[in-house]
Antibody, heavy 116, light 109 residues
Framework: EVQLVESGGGLVQPGGSLRLSCAASGFTFSSYWMHWVRQAPGKGLVWVSRINSDGSSTSYADSVKGRFTISRDNAKNTLYLQMNSLRAEDTAVYYC?????????WGQGTLVTVSS | SYELTQPPSVSVSPGQTARITCSGDALPKKYAYWYQQKSGQAPVLVIYEDSKRPSGIPERFSGSSSGTMATLTISGAQVEDEADYYCYSTDSSGNHRGVFGGGTKLTVL
């Protein structure tokens, strides 16, 4: 059974940093591209970033470019999102998702709250 | 930046057909995907590559795409189909950047 479990969310002050993790199981993690998607409270889904299967290629939404870094450790079956210079508008539930038939499997999300 | 446009809301009675549209300039060249999200839950894929249905998704869900518009159709909508629906695609930049539509709240009552 495919499982994606996010962790690392929490309360952080504006300007602070946080690293999210997404632990994958039930499939060959190293064969799949992965994405991060976020959803602010009461708002819609917003694409954040993606990484290819071996980590050699990444893309970012304009709103996070230069502040967020996506990476992966295929030996640990784990996807990461390093978030720096956090702003109030980064407050959201962050989901990781696998690229199979589109974004076919999603985690349950981890909440990041940026507030003083 | 690239955008996908959806109507904010659609309302139907149980048993009627619900249609949710998604427009985007790159849709003639890029696939559309559709996600259902119920309150407090993670999104669920209901249509991929414009018109294909994942296993486990009821047959009443179908998708189509023509020109710059993709459409999700729910034939004989049920009360349990009430949810937010999002279209998703990628831009044509070659960087595989994703984009979601703003979402459509489907009300079945």
């Amino acid at each position: 059974e495919v499982q994606l479990v996010e962790s690392g969310g929490g309360l952080v002050q504006p300007g602070g940093s946080l690293r999210l993790s997404c632990a994958a199981s039930g499939f060959t993690f190293s064969s799949y591209w992965m994405h991060w998607v976020r959803q602010a409270p009461g708002k819609g889904l917003v694409w954040v970033s993606r990484i290819n299967s071996d980590g050699s290629s990444t893309s970012y939404a304009d709103s996070v470019k230069g502040r967020f870094t996506i990476s992966r450790d295929n030996a640990k079956n784990t996807l990461y999102l390093q978030m720096n210079s956090l702003r109030a508008e980064d407050t959201a539930v962050y989901y990781c998702a696998r690229v199979g038939m589109g974004l076919d499997y999603w985690g349950q999300g981890t909440l990041v709250t940026v507030s003083s | 930046s690239y955008e996908l446009t959806q109507p904010p809301s659609v309302s139907v009675s149980p048993g009627q057909t619900a249609r949710i549209t998604c427009s985007g300039d790159a849709l003639p060249k890029k696939y559309a995907y559709w996600y259902q999200q119920k309150s407090g839950q993670a999104p669920v894929l209901v249509i991929y590559e414009d018109s294909k249905r994942p296993s486990g998704i009821p047959e009443r869900f179908s998708g189509s795409s023509s020109g710059t518009m993709a459409t999700l159709t729910i034939s004989g909508a049920q009360v349990e189909d009430e949810a937010d629906y999002y279209c998703y695609s990628t831009d044509s930049s070659g960087n595989h950047r994703g984009v979601f539509g703003g979402g459509t709240k489907l009300t079945v009552l």
